[in-house]
């Protein structure tokens, strides 16, 4: 079952606009994780954020956590045509040695040029 | 560049017929987990080892197998394919060294006619 709801399913914006996408959960995390995925290529890592975190910046992107509401967003500021891609956050319930993704269905971002 | 190789990258086989699709692990990982990736889904959790043991998986019938060896690659096995098993094959690494960041590779597509 998917545990992460990514927010909007689609987003087409023009290049230098700010990009801001919304994921939803439903358990208890340890961590969370942001992905890119290339059109039939494999995952890129983005970006961790603890539980116990609220705000992370890497370059473009900053990811906020709110465990209250157990939601996040990942922000990309002046996006470029590069960055269109589809995006995925992950939830992960770490214990110990065993730690699991769980993906929502992801997000189509195009950014037009 | 994650350092997770997958081989091979695309492949096609015939309903009924089995499947044993590799992964190497970064450098330094021992954690090694699997995914599938159906078109228009988010990547789902298969299994995961560590150690060479299975340590953890998901709502896979148990013709989805798997291995690890003592250098930490990994194989994974699909015995009696279904049409349904089409879809992109995910290999992931992580250990204590990652701070629980987990890594993919490529993928492998894996087409069943």
């Known amino acids: 079952s998917q545990q992460g709801e990514e927010d909007p399913q689609a987003l087409s914006i023009q290049e230098g606009e700010n990009a801001t996408m919304n994921c939803s959960y439903k358990t208890s995390i340890n961590n969370l994780q942001w992905y890119r995925q290339n059109s039939g290529r494999g995952l890129v890592h983005l970006i961790l954020i603890r539980s116990n975190e609220r705000e992370k910046h890497s370059g473009r992107l900053r990811v906020t956590l709110d465990t209250s509401k157990k939601s996040s967003s990942l922000l990309i500021t002046a996006s470029r045509a590069a960055d269109t891609a589809s995006y995925f956050c992950a939830t992960d319930d770490y214990t110990g040695a065993n730690s699991k993704l769980t993906f929502g269905k992801g997000i189509t971002l195009s950014v037009r040029p | 560049e994650t350092g997770v190789t997958q081989s091979p990258t695309h492949l096609i086989k015939t309903r009924g017929q089995q499947v044993t699709l590799r992964c190497s692990s970064q450098s330094g990982h021992n954690t090694v987990s699997w995914y599938q990736q159906a078109l228009g889904q988010g990547p789902q959790f298969i299994f995961q080892?560590?150690?060479?043991?299975?340590?953890g998986r998901g709502n896979f019938p148990p013709r989805f197998s798997g291995l690890q060896f003592p250098n930490y690659s990994s194989e994974l096995n699909v015995n009696a394919l279904e049409l349904d098993d089409s879809a992109l094959y995910l290999c992931a690494s992580s250990g204590s060294s990652s701070g629980n960041t987990i890594y993919f590779g490529e993928g492998s597509w894996l087409t069943v006619v």
């Open positions: 080892y560590y150690r060479e043991e299975e340590n």
